[in-house]
């Protein structure tokens, strides 16, 4: 059973277009992540939402919209792709408010966003 | 540069010997936690070590934390081809936002 999955498992567009990737946790865990992994494998956390509600929001663009409808499904929407969003996408969570920090993140295998 | 850089960047050993990659970082720390990530697949969480903790063991890990040198080791032990795979540390900062952040990982090749 896979605890943290994430779809798709590719992506590959076009410059411009917008595109949402889904994650679902089946751990019942509170807090939910979104990270980004660059060419070089550093990993950079983006979003974080706790039942639902936004608690770490980086320094990304604003085209980076994150949807939570439950507290086991975080979603990321991308408008207006470019370049420098190729990346590899990771969903990740955690038991308890994540804010605490003193627990394990739990990581789907990631989406490989292709911007052509 | 980052706040965990792991050293070395790359390591590459035989079946059986040991392997350690380090970990520094630059502000003070609630606690560090070190991932592995195998080729094309998600971070797999392997030991966690709070700040008050200078020592933690999990079958063939081995994690140090010396707080006055901002630094921290992972010792795997008997490497095994199954081992291959980056190595990730990862700092929480009490600065409130709660968040970890990761370093640049070593990649680590265990030849059979």
């Known amino acids: 059973d896979t605890a943290v999955s994430q779809t798709p498992k590719y992506l590959v567009t076009q410059m411009g277009n917008d595109k949402s990737i889904k994650c679902e946790q089946n751990?019942?865990?509170?807090?939910m992540y979104w990270y980004k992994q660059d060419s070089k494998k550093f990993l950079k956390i983006m979003f974080s939402?706790?039942?639902?509600?936004?608690?770490i929001n980086e320094t990304v663009p604003n085209r980076f919209s994150p949807k939570s409808p439950d507290k086991a499904h975080l979603n990321l929407h991308i408008n207006s792709l470019e370049l420098g969003d190729s990346a590899v996408y990771f969903c990740?969570?955690?038991?308890?408010?994540?804010?605490?920090?003193?627990?394990?993140?739990?990581f789907g295998d990631g989406t490989r966003l292709s911007i052509l | 540069s980052q706040q965990g850089e792991e050293d070395p960047q790359a390591l590459s050993i035989q079946e059986g010997e040991n392997a350690t990659m380090n970990c520094s970082y630059k502000?003070?720390?609630?606690?560090l936690q070190w991932y592995r990530q195998n080729s094309g697949r998600g971070l797999v969480h392997l030991i966690l070590i709070r700040s008050n903790e200078r020592e933690k063991h999990s079958g063939r890990l081995r994690v140090t934390l010396d707080t006055s040198k901002k630094s921290s080791s992972l010792l795997i032990t008997a490497s095994r081809a199954a081992d291959t795979a980056s190595y990730f540390c990862?700092?929480?900062?009490?600065?409130?936002?709660?968040?970890?952040?990761f370093g640049t990982g070593t990649r680590l090749k265990v030849l059979a």
């Open positions: 939402y706790n039942n639902k509600e936004l608690i």
């Open positions: 751990l019942g865990h509170d807090t």
């Open positions: 990862a700092t929480l900062t009490p600065s409130g936002t709660y968040k970890y952040i």
């Open positions: 990740a969570s955690s038991p308890g408010q994540g804010g605490y920090g003193n627990q394990p993140q739990h």
């Open positions: 502000t003070s720390i609630n606690n």
